[in-house]
């Protein structure tokens, strides 16, 4: 998934499971281990180089709260959603303003933090969906 505005973009990447060889989830017993994915993120910002870090920081279920909430503001059903997650910290905002849609990602490493927000049309916010979809279905809950 990449999401950018002028000055700064965030790039993530789905490396693998954290533990690709934990014991999968039954009903009615989620397994965190085999459910962590491990990310690659690169932050890039104006006059800088790029900064890679790689961190387990969203569980699939995560994942799939994130696209299924922004999914419900480009559908008109909600004007407004905000997730924080942990390992290490992840905060998401969408909100919606008339047509278009302010988007922030904030994410937190250790004493480096970046925050790359923008507005983005409709199209922009579904085609951010379709990307963070992406990443879902190429690792999905197991």
């Not at 993530?12 to 934990?22: E, H, S």
């Not at 008339?98 to 970046?114: A, H, K, P, T």
Request: hydrophobic share 35%; aromatic share 14%.
């Amino acid at each position: 998934m990449i999401f950018k505005n002028d000055t700064e973009s965030l790039e993530w990447k789905i490396l693998q499971y954290q533990y690709p060889d934990a014991e999968l989830s039954r009903p009615g017993d989620y397994s965190y281990d085999a459910n962590w994915l491990m990310l690659q993120v690169c932050h890039e910002r104006e006059g800088y180089g790029p900064a890679v870090f790689r961190e387990p920081f969203l569980l699939t279920y995560e994942l799939k709260e994130l696209i299924d909430e922004l999914q419900k503001l480009a559908d008109g059903e909600s004007f407004h959603y905000k997730g924080q997650y942990i390992e290490p910290v992840l905060e998401v905002e969408a909100e919606r303003h008339r047509d278009d849609f302010l988007v922030s990602f904030d994410l937190y490493f250790d004493n480096y933090e970046m925050m790359v927000a923008d507005t983005v049309s409709e199209e922009g916010l579904r085609s951010l969906i379709r990307q963070l979809s992406d990443l879902y279905n190429a690792y999905p809950e197991r």
